[in-house]
């Protein structure tokens, strides 16, 4: 698949308030077939002047998400505390099941949520690269050396503590909401079955943009920080939706 319909098909599967927070990939691509003749040094400027507002996009975009997933992670927690503290560690009565089945319905969107942003990272840091590979082909210049280093120093590239809160969910219901506590609420949430395939969709995308290929180059995403695969399974034991739903 090429790249731009595989951007296109990221952003119709991602939230609806995160479309315009991707790469401008189609008005770049726009830009580069412009230039009509090797050895435009002049567009340079222009066009790294362009990659840098998309790149501030990216970045403030991220950071803010990250900060909001630090803070509803914080208080997803605390309501499980509370709730525990209530209730006990296993209590059979229904009202703290229901209460349960609620928390792990909101942390199931959550870590379908912080899979996304971390595609996210991945779609437009490879959408970078793309473009300014076609950007040098077109004027024979040589850029991609020194602006891949550093976009690897810019936020929207640093998904560490992101794949750390989606690890800390998964442990979570694993071990404190197992299914059992499910009283089929989940099930009949239309919104989380969307982020359930979504977020699986968008987990099937970055093993795909790491499979080796005649392109492969140290300019490659870096192999993920979350094993995509344990990813997966875990979607699939946190929900009742089936992968062949996806």
């Known amino acids: 698949m090429k790249f731009g319909k595989r951007l296109k098909q990221q952003m119709d599967q991602s939230l609806g308030d995160w479309r315009d927070k991707f790469l401008s990939y189609k008005e770049l691509k726009k830009m580069v077939n412009l230039i009509s003749s090797k050895g435009a040094l002049e567009y340079d ?4 002047n362009l990659l840098d507002h998309e790149i501030d996009k990216f ?16 208080e997803l927690q605390e309501r499980i505390s509370q709730v525990i503290h209530k209730w006990g560690p296993q209590p059979s009565h229904m009202e703290y099941k229901e209460e349960m089945t609620n928390i792990r319905k909101q942390i199931v969107n959550f870590h379908g949520e912080m899979v996304l942003l971390i595609n996210y990272s991945n779609i437009n840091y490879t959408g970078l690269g793309k473009i300014v590979k ?16 550093r976009v690897w120093e810019q936020p929207f590239f640093t998904t560490d503590l992101i794949s750390k809160l989606v690890k800390d969910c998964e442990t979570t219901i ?8 499910a009283t089929g609420i989940f099930h009949e ?6 982020i359930f395939r979504n977020s699986v969709a968008a987990l099937l995308s970055m093993q795909e943009m790491r499979r080796g290929s005649s392109t ?23 929900s009742p939706i089936q992968i062949h739903h996806v």
């Open 134 to 149: 076609k950007y040098e082909k077109r004027t024979g210049g040589v850029l991609r050396v020194h602006f891949i280093e």
């Open 59 to 74: 970045n403030a975009f991220f950071i803010e998400q990250e900060e909001d997933f630090i803070i509803r992670h914080k």
């Open 216 to 238: 492969y180059s140290q300019f490659s995403l870096p192999p993920l920080n979350l094993p995509d695969f344990e990813l997966i399974q875990s979607l699939q034991l946190i």
């Open 174 to 181: 694993e071990t404190v909401l197992p299914p059992s506590t």
């Open 45 to 48: 400027a222009q066009f790294l």
């Open 189 to 194: 949430e239309e919104a989380a079955k969307a």
